[in-house]
């Protein structure tokens, strides 16, 4: 799920729409689990205010509506207790509407609060992931890139070096863990569809790799060649031509990354299945979003979806041969 769900805190409210008789002339109710304590009975069309408040709340509530519709507007907090449960903070707005005839109504809208103040929680969990842990390796990082290029560090210091790039690694595993948990966090409750290990080897002689990323192809080019180096594998940073040399070749596997230019994988994907392409594809992308592992496993032709960096452990069970 996006952030964007989780930022709309008003998108289940419950209105109504009244006229200058105090009766409701529109409404929609999302749920009465709650505002239910606020309602003595559900509305209908036509019923008049009056009957629908609780008693209690009743005679502020009619003032109120008549302030309205003399121009004013409210937006007021009700904390509805509501036995073996934790309260109910409900903020009720007010606001006069006036129609291009001249009429003139009031709208109430009911907004749980409490939903409101949990995404506020949510937003400012993240803020604090975002601004404060997620910065921290991403200024190591670049503070240790740059030690490669003292003065002082030989080229033929290469214990050094790796004592640098052990820092770097070690610093890139702390921010792809508050990455992943920033994930999970704005996609709880959202289950993902995992992809099973294929138990049977694809005899993967020739492979093809698809990635708008060069250096990410030559990477991948040389864990798939470091135990086979009669191994074909074919490199194409450009989808387009990638799809160009699969009309006269057949390989036995696709390595293929989604967030590409111009044309993606899940568009790479179409055009493989409109050719009848019976080639086996293997994901490899850096997306952690559950929507992408629910979206490949609908493809036939996906056989796993392997997140990045590709280690040849990830891939083995596929290409060994």
Known sequence: MKLSTHCDCYSDNSYFLLDKNNQIIFFRIHSTEKIGYFLRKNPSIGDSIVEIISQKYEKTFLKLVADCFSGDSFSIEKRLKIKDCDDVLLQIVLTPVFS???QSMVSCTLIDNNRK????????????LTSHDLRAPITN???????????????SDTSRVREILKDINYQAEKLDDIIKMLNRLVNQGHDTVGFTTETTKIDSKHIVLVDDDSLTNKLHYMILTKHNKNRKVVQFDEPAQALKYLETNVPDLILLDLNMPEIDGWMFL??????????????????????????????PSVKDFLMKPLTYDKIKHLIDD
């Open 117 to 128: 103040s949990n995404q506020m929680k949510l937003l400012d969990e993240y803020s604090r």
């Open 141 to 155: 990082i670049l503070s240790l890139s740059t030690l490669i290029n003292f003065p002082d560090l030989e080229s």
């Open 270 to 299: 179409e055009f493989l299945e409109k050719r009848g392409s019976v080639v086996d594809v293997v994901i490899i992308s850096s997306t952690i979003d559950p929507a992408d592992l629910n979206k490949a496993s609908l493809y």
């Open 100 to 102: 291009g005839n001249g």
